[in-house]
Structures are given as C-alpha cells and as structure tokens.
C-alpha cells in the first residue's frame, strides 16, 4: 500500500525553507503541487534585505502553507558579508568568478539546520531548499554534493535516522536555470511579484537592479521571454 | 616550517563550544593547553537551565579565551524537548535506553553550524565540542560518525573547503567515560565548581541531584574518586 497516494491519508508534512525570494517561492509551489502540506521556515539572520521577510509572508499566503514560522538568529554578529555588515558594500558592478562578499558564512547549514530541528518536531521525512547551482552566486553551499552531504548528517543527526525513518533534503531546482524555474514557477502560478530577490531592496521591497541577485533575476525572465513584475527603486 | 610551533607566531584561532557543563569546561581546557586561541561560542536557545549560560560565562573566565559570545536561537518555539517546553517534564527517575525526552531536536547541528560560521569569518580551521558517546544520554547527535559527517559537510559548505584550506571538527572528549574526563580536566586545572551540569538548575545553578545529567556527573567524581564540588539543591 502507497503511503503517499491514499486520498483518505492527511498530506505528509514537509519543511520548505521560505526566504521571499523568486527561487525558494518556486519550490514552494513545487511542494505544494506534489501534495505535501507545507511548513515554511524563513530565518531572521539580521539581513539587510528586511523586506525580504516581508515577502516570505506574503507568498506563504498566496501559495498556502500549514504554517509558517520565523527563527531569529543573531549571526549579524558574527559580520564577514555584506548582507549582515552595513560596512561591507553590496557590490553592484556584475557577477564575478569566485565567493563574493555577499556570502553568509555558514548559512544553509544554520538553516538547514533550524529545518531539520523543526522537521523532527513534525515528525516531517522532507526537507526543501531552494538552492541552485546554474544561476548562483558562487556560493559554496549550493551544491548539490553540499546538500548530499547534509542529508547523511540530517540521517545520522536525528532521531527519525536511529528510527530507521529516511530524512530527505530536496533540492529540486538545483539543476535549473533561472529561466527554466521561472518558466515552471509561472506554470505552477507563482505569482513573482510577491517576492523580493534584490540584496539591498529597500523599505518597500523596490529592488536595485545593479546587485549580482537583481541581474541574476531580471536576466532570467528575459530569457525566459516572460513580463518581470520586479518593481525597481 | 611548523605552522604551528613557532614562538613568534600568533596562536592559531579555534571555535570551542561551551554550554557551561563539565564536558565542555573540559574541552576548554585541552583547547588552551593545546595552545590555541580560543573563541568560546555558547547558544541561548531557550533551555530551561538558564544558570548553565551563566556558569559557561564563569568558566570563560576562569579558563581564558581570547573571546565569548552568546548567540540566541528561539528554537525552544519548535518544543519537543523537556529542555525547551516546560510542559514535558524533565525525568528524575534513572538513565534509560533510548533518546530520552530531554533530546533537543538537532541540537548539535545547530550549535556546530554556528560554530563553523564564526571559524569561517575568524579564518579558524578547528571547531571543539565537547560531545561524549560513553557515559551520554543516548543522543544521536553524540556519536563520533555524526561529528565525521559534520566535518565532510563543514568542508563542502564552506570558503575554506573551496580554498583548500581543511577545517577540522574535533571531540577530544568522544571516547572518554565521564570519570576520565574528570580526570583529564583536573589534571588541566578546571575547577569544576564553576561548572552547571544539571537539566533543571535552579536560579542559583544549584542542581537536582536526580536528573540525567546530575547521575551520570555524580557517578564520574565517585568513580574517578575525587571530591565532587556540585552544590545540591
């Protein structure tokens, strides 16, 4: 017998890490359209980008979750990027080879962690992330052979792994292209105009159309020959 | 040349995880008498025995660190734990097989996840925990092929893994009974009188006496045969 497929059996649960922007609001509707109930996570890590909280609430509502939950975690203090440290400039000037300085130390693992934590409360088996390894920003932890690597952590971590329970970490648009999770956002009925991409978009979640997420983002409907609902400042 | 041997040159930096407890009081010290510069990290994350933040201050002080943050988590939102939800009481009556209901969910992913985002921004390539597979509590987290797995992930996930630069995760402490341990730190000078242990320490730090955490350290100094300087409730 199926355990997914029963039409009497409630929706399994899954953890998605929301963050308001145009990729994790994508795999939001993935995991909704795959018939899992879904419990979003976004993390109060002392960004810059506050509107981007903003719209992680706006699109848990417009997508529908089972609940959506905000972690606060002092890292800010820790400084080393540009998106904790007011003193550290968010480069606007294109997208460069190597680690830019908007990298967060450690910061998939801290929230894939805060995930994992929440998850076993749940009694979820599926974590999501919505990392990309095509159109990133050379960060090291969107790889898929980081996520591999965090999934036999979660399995031998937790309690559900000592259970014999299987923890997945699914990254599923970890292999596409900006236009192409654009192009299946759109189908799914994602409705971008909710999300905030922009590194330094201000008060009222206008983006700046110069920092490496902005050009990743608005590149990504051209290609994808679909209108861009981005409201720039 | 000995990166690490020469007088003239600064000690190498390395994160150490201090809960307050007398595991982590122990690791502290094999840190300094190791010769690094340590850089104390300890997580409020809403754990009841709030006297055990206190006593990783004491202790901070007591051993030396170059310098001691606190980074505050509100995971005790996600319950699950007698240590994070007041409603699920902490058990008094002896160690059990299995992960007890004082298990916080991912608990160590958490903190070693904080952990490697300061080693990251301070350039540390080792990060101590002081977890324990002997006399623990039945925690999956404590394992030694869990802290392997952090490693391989902290290696993936990070700036230094990228660089080629190895980043360590180290338990000094993983195979030692808690009477060894006793031992190891009194022979390094801890004064475990500054120490917290206790699931349930009350404002004073004084402890239970009848809770995990309370047997298994009383079982240490009475097997290690040393005075025990745990002050009683």
């Given at each position: 017998?199926?355990?997914?497929?029963?039409?009497?059996?409630?929706?399994?649960?899954?953890?998605?890490?929301?963050?308001?922007?145009?990729?994790?609001?994508?795999?939001?509707?993935?995991?909704?359209?795959?018939?899992?109930?879904?419990?979003?996570?976004?993390?109060?890590?002392?960004?810059?980008?506050?509107?981007?909280?903003?719209?992680?609430?706006?699109?848990?509502?417009?997508?529908?979750?089972?609940?959506?939950?905000?972690?606060?975690?002092?890292?800010?203090?820790?400084?080393?990027?540009?998106?904790?440290?007011?003193?550290?400039?968010?480069?606007?000037?294109?997208?460069?080879?190597?680690?830019?300085?908007?990298?967060?130390?450690?910061?998939?693992?801290?929230?894939?962690?805060?995930?994992?934590?929440?998850?076993?409360?749940?009694?979820?088996?599926?974590?999501?992330?919505?990392?990309?390894?095509?159109d990133?920003?050379?960060?090291?932890?969107?790889?898929?052979?980081?996520?591999?690597?965090?999934?036999?952590?979660?399995?031998?971590?937790?309690?559900?792994?000592?259970?014999?329970?299987?923890?997945?970490?699914?990254?599923?648009?970890?292999?596409?292209?900006k236009a192409?999770?654009i192009?299946?956002?759109?189908?799914?009925?994602?409705?971008?105009?909710?999300?905030?991409?922009?590194?330094?978009?201000?008060?009222?979640?206008?983006?700046?159309?110069?920092?490496?997420?902005?050009?990743l983002r608005?590149d990504g409907f051209?290609r994808a020959?679909?209108?861009?609902?981005?409201?720039?400042?």
């Open positions: 017998m199926s355990r997914s497929s029963g039409p009497l059996l409630a929706p399994k649960p899954a953890v998605v890490l929301l963050s308001g922007g145009l990729d994790s609001a994508t795999v939001l509707a993935i995991v909704r359209a795959g018939g899992f109930a879904a419990y979003a996570l976004s993390i109060d890590y002392g960004q810059r980008h506050r509107a981007e909280l903003d719209a992680a609430a706006r699109v848990a509502q417009a997508i529908g979750v089972s609940e959506h939950r905000v972690v606060t975690v002092d890292v800010g203090q820790f400084g080393g990027s540009a998106l904790t440290d007011a003193s550290i400039a968010v480069p606007i000037d294109g997208v460069k080879p190597g680690i830019p300085v908007t990298y967060v130390p450690a910061r998939n693992t801290l929230m894939l962690s805060l995930a994992l934590g929440w998850a076993e409360v749940l009694g979820a088996n599926d974590i999501f992330i919505g990392v990309n390894a095509i990133y920003s050379g960060y090291p932890d969107c790889r898929p052979e980081y996520i591999a690597a965090f999934e036999a952590l979660a399995n031998l971590a937790t309690r559900a792994g000592v259970e014999g329970r299987a923890l997945h970490v699914r990254a599923p648009i970890v292999q596409l292209d192409q999770i192009e299946l956002g759109t189908r799914l009925g994602v409705d971008y105009s909710a999300t905030v991409s922009c590194y330094q978009a201000d008060g009222q979640g206008r983006a700046c159309a110069r920092c490496d997420a902005c050009r608005r051209v020959g679909l209108p861009d609902p981005t409201v720039y400042a």
